[in-house]
């Protein structure tokens, strides 16, 4: 077992299996939060054993504040610590303003934006004991400039840079950065059904992004990035510079 313990919510697939991956590359063991999928999430758990370092898997879903503090004060009972903590988890409901449900609108403020709250709250006591820590937060581009069909999602991302500034402000004393990615279009599960080949010519690098891509802005913000805090990086080929 190594000395760093990193948390990755959303972590048995996509954007937020590349994080998982990336910090266990820089020797963090890895807690894989995943909410339904135990065989996709224990498989992301062998991959980054097989990298020398510990891992597991740990259901819950970030939306209910219950299920975050049973599971994060068990997580904090079994290895003690939490160095950094990647608020990954989110979901999309899309659809025009005027046509979207309150469920819509609800279950993605409640997934993409309360779980920050609640899973970084339990995270940030047991940081502040430490006198260190990180907190990555997955925003997106579409939280800095707005996306028609996206009210609820680009809301929500939004709200998560004004947390995380809020965070780095707070915590700045205590030995704790907080700093959001803020992806542009990116190859998983999540852009699948888009067609994207129509996006592409708006990108500056002409392609989409991969996970990896993501994992890596992640680790230098978690790991590298000693001197910074409150930022938001893009990172989206340069679609909205
Ligand atoms: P994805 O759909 O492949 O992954 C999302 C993960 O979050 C899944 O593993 C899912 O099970 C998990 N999740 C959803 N609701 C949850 C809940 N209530 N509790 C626990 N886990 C839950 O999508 P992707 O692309 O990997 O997304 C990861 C993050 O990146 C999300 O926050 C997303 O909003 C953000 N993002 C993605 C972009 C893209 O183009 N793919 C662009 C900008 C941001």
């Known amino acids: ?26 020797g963090y063991d890895i807690i894989v939060n995943y909410a339904g999928n135990a065989e996709a999430a224990e498989k992301t758990v062998q ?17 209910n504040k219950e299920e975050v503090d049973k599971s994060v004060a068990e997580i904090i009972e079994k290895y003690g610590r939490i160095d950094v903590l990647v608020n ?11 046509r979207m449900s309150a469920e819509n609108w609800n279950a993605v403020i409640n997934t993409n934006l309360s779980s920050a709250f609640f899973v970084s709250q339990p995270v940030v006591k047991v940081m502040m004991k430490q006198r260190n820590g990180a907190i990555v937060n997955m925003a997106s581009v ?8 996206q009210a609820n999602y680009s809301a929500a991302k939004a709200g998560l840079i004004g947390l995380t500034k809020t965070l780095a402000k707070e915590l700045g004393s205590r030995g704790i950065r907080v700093n959001a990615v803020a992806p542009g279009f990116i190859n998983t599960d999540m852009t699948k059904d888009l067609d994207t080949s129509k996006f592409t010519d708006f990108i500056p ?12 802005a992640v680790k230098f913000l978690a790991v590298d990035a000693d001197y910074v805090t409150g930022q938001v990086l893009e990172v989206d080929g340069g679609l909205i510079i």
Request: hydrophobic residues 45%; aromatic residues 4%.
């Open 142 to 149: 579409v939280g800095v400039s707005g996306n028609a069909g």
């Open 205 to 216: 690098l002409k392609r989409l992004g991969e996970p990896e891509d993501i994992a890596k």
């Open 47 to 63: 991959e980054i054993k097989a990298l020398g370092v510990d891992a597991a898997a740990y259901k819950f879903d970030v939306s």
């Open 1 to 26: 077992m190594s000395e760093k313990l990193a948390l990755v919510t959303g972590a048995s697939r996509g954007i937020g299996k590349a994080c998982a991956l990336e910090l266990a590359k820089a």
């Open 88 to 98: 990954n988890a989110g979901i999309t409901r899309d659809g025009l303003f005027m």
